[in-house]
């Protein structure tokens, strides 16, 4: 099959990886320049770059694309699957490492995120991802970020190397559910993914180990392993995709797990829905994400802020709306309490918390200066006792959810 130039290529390929959620930065409103006839400078939409965190914390821009976007696979929510109408392009490996050594020397990149369709079995286009990292290593000895996806049916050997080459390795369990993903992944198999993740978690265990005992050990994925669900394709509610992603991480001491709010994608299967979930949604799982990973809330008390159908309240954060349904747990009196139960109070982030723990060892504060530690000390003063401020009835009042609802629609992050 006669292929297009590296250019138009890489239009294809970088936009084909755009649907993976792995990445820093994403769901911000569509903008471009050249909507405007050229008013203004500058697009939210283009593709092929992405932001990761490196394990230092730095926020580093990565080529993102696939190798190939052909796949003999069919699951029925992503745009390359084999019955697909979509221009097809693929890479040579020696293509992917020239591209992003000529990007890094450009100062573009600090790295490389890169996956693939499956093409003819997941052993070849395992190899294929591996190849890359390998000739990007060994023959350039290229120090950037690699984050390899990886294929789950892959021999266990082939995924051994793309660690031993990439700094993070992921593989996305795609659905929350096994019934959504053996309707809608028929090709795909969680005990297989969860296999490969397993595998994964002991050779990254191994390996910090190993290196712990002999400098000189080689390191497997020192920045860990992902994942990323699809929220919105099927019926699973929040409740199981927090129940879902708390097991990941548990069981396969996962860095992160991605959520990626189901779009209609172009010439989309018929078993799909319509239309896509509310951002919001999104939103939501990545707040009780880091309530699981940064508040001390288990699994079943992020659940405990979902509705009757398993949802979580858009209107509101989960972290008020689980103090809003356990109001006898405040107020927390900011001089007194335990580090876990300051966590819970609504509007204050955790580093908010460790300088109230830290302030109050000198002095015993008010609630001015709880205000200078949060952007909202409204969200917070039902919550909260302080030198000279108590709640009274105001935590009891109710219609406290309509007066802490934030006004308009926005994005509302912690006051972290
Ligand atoms: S395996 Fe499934 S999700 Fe991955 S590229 Fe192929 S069709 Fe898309």
Not at 10 to 38: F, I, P
Not at 47 to 72: F, Q
Not at 202 to 226: C, L, V, W, Y
């Given at each position: 099959?006669?292929?297009?130039?590296?250019?138009?290529?890489?239009?294809?390929?970088?936009?084909?990886?755009?649907?993976?959620?792995?990445?820093?930065?994403?769901?911000?409103?569509?903008?471009?320049?050249?909507?405007?006839?050229?008013?203004?400078i500058?697009?939210?939409?283009?593709?092929?770059?992405?932001?990761?965190?490196?394990p230092?914390?730095?926020?580093?821009?990565?080529?993102?694309?696939?190798?190939?976007?052909?796949?003999?696979?069919?699951?029925?929510?992503?745009?390359?699957?084999?019955?697909?109408?979509?221009?097809?392009?693929?890479?040579?490996?020696?293509?992917?490492?020239?591209?992003?050594l000529?990007?890094?020397?450009?100062?573009?990149?600090?790295?490389?995120?890169?996956?693939?369709?499956?093409?003819?079995?997941?052993?070849?286009?395992?190899?294929?991802?591996?190849?890359?990292?390998?000739i990007?290593?060994?023959?350039?000895?290229?120090?950037?970020?690699?984050?390899?996806?990886?294929?789950?049916?892959?021999?266990?050997?082939?995924?051994?190397?793309?660690?031993?080459?990439?700094?993070?390795?992921?593989?996305?369990?795609?659905?929350?559910?096994?019934?959504?993903?053996?309707?809608?992944a028929?090709?795909?198999?969680?005990?297989?993914?969860?296999?490969?993740?397993?595998?994964?978690?002991?050779?990254?265990?191994?390996?910090?180990?190993?290196?712990?005992?002999?400098?000189?050990?080689?390191?497997?994925?020192?920045?860990?392993?992902?994942?990323?669900?699809?929220?919105?394709?099927?019926?699973?509610?929040?409740?199981?995709?927090?129940?879902?992603?708390?097991?990941?991480?548990?069981?396969?001491?996962?860095?992160?797990?991605?959520?990626?709010?189901?779009?209609?994608?172009?010439?989309?299967?018929?078993?799909?829905?319509?239309?896509?979930?509310?951002l919001?949604?999104?939103?939501?799982?990545?707040?009780?994400?880091?309530?699981?990973?940064?508040?001390?809330?288990?699994?079943?008390?992020?659940?405990?802020?979902?509705g009757?159908?398993?949802?979580?309240?858009?209107?509101?954060?989960?972290?008020?709306?689980?103090?809003?349904?356990?109001?006898?747990?405040?107020?927390?009196?900011?001089?007194?309490?335990?580090?876990?139960?300051?966590?819970?109070?609504?509007?204050?982030?955790?580093?908010?918390?460790?300088?109230?723990?830290?302030?109050?060892?000198?002095?015993?504060?008010?609630?001015?200066?709880?205000?200078?530690?949060?952007?909202?000390?409204?969200k917070?003063?039902?919550?909260?006792?302080?030198?000279?401020?108590?709640?009274?009835a105001?935590?009891?009042?109710?219609?406290?959810?309509?007066?802490?609802?934030?006004?308009?629609?926005?994005?509302?992050?912690?006051a972290?």
């Amino acid at each position: 099959m006669k292929q297009g130039s590296i250019l138009e290529r890489l239009a294809v390929l970088a936009d084909a990886a755009k649907y993976d959620a792995s990445c820093a930065s994403s769901g911000t409103a569509k903008r471009n320049s050249k909507d405007t006839g050229g008013k203004g400078i500058g697009s939210t939409e283009g593709m092929g770059i992405c932001h990761a965190y490196a394990p230092d914390g730095r926020c580093i821009s990565l080529l993102k694309i696939l190798l190939t976007n052909h796949c003999i696979f069919d699951c029925h929510y992503c745009i390359n699957r084999a019955s697909s109408n979509v221009a097809r392009a693929r890479f040579t490996p020696q293509e992917v490492v020239d591209l992003t050594l000529s990007f890094y020397r450009r100062n573009y990149i600090e790295g490389l995120f890169l996956s693939s369709g499956i093409v003819k079995s997941s052993n070849h286009t395992m190899e294929q991802l591996v190849e890359v990292a390998r000739i990007l290593r060994e023959e350039h000895d290229f120090r950037g970020y690699i984050h390899l996806k990886t294929i789950p049916d892959a021999d266990a050997e082939l995924v051994h190397q793309a660690g031993l080459y990439a700094d993070r390795v992921s593989i996305n369990v795609e659905l929350p559910t096994d019934a959504g993903l053996a309707r809608l992944a028929p090709d795909k198999n969680t005990g297989r993914i969860e296999a490969a993740m397993a595998e994964v978690k002991d050779d990254i265990a191994q390996s910090r180990d190993e290196t712990k005992r002999f400098r000189n050990a080689p390191r497997f994925a020192p920045a860990g392993q992902s994942t990323q669900m699809i929220v919105g394709a099927d019926a699973a509610s929040d409740a199981d995709i927090v129940g879902k992603a708390s097991r990941l991480y548990d069981g396969f001491r996962l860095r992160r797990v991605y959520y990626s709010a189901f779009s209609p994608i172009p010439d989309a299967s018929a078993v799909l829905p319509l239309k896509r979930p509310p951002l919001m949604r999104e939103h939501r799982l990545y707040q009780s994400d880091w309530l699981m990973r940064f508040y001390d809330y288990s699994a079943a008390e992020v659940m405990q802020a979902t509705g009757d159908d398993g949802m979580l309240p858009l209107d509101i954060d989960p972290k008020l709306a689980w103090a809003l349904k356990f109001r006898e747990r405040f107020p927390v009196d900011v001089n007194r309490a335990g580090r876990e139960a300051m966590l819970r109070i609504p509007g204050l982030g955790v580093r908010a918390v460790d300088q109230i723990i830290a302030a109050r060892r000198q002095r015993t504060l008010r609630l001015e200066d709880v205000g200078k530690l949060t952007v909202s000390i409204a969200k917070v003063r039902p919550f909260i006792v302080a030198l000279d401020w108590r709640p009274t009835a105001l935590t009891d009042r109710a219609d406290l959810k309509s007066l802490l609802a934030p006004k308009q629609e926005q994005l509302e992050l912690f006051a972290a």
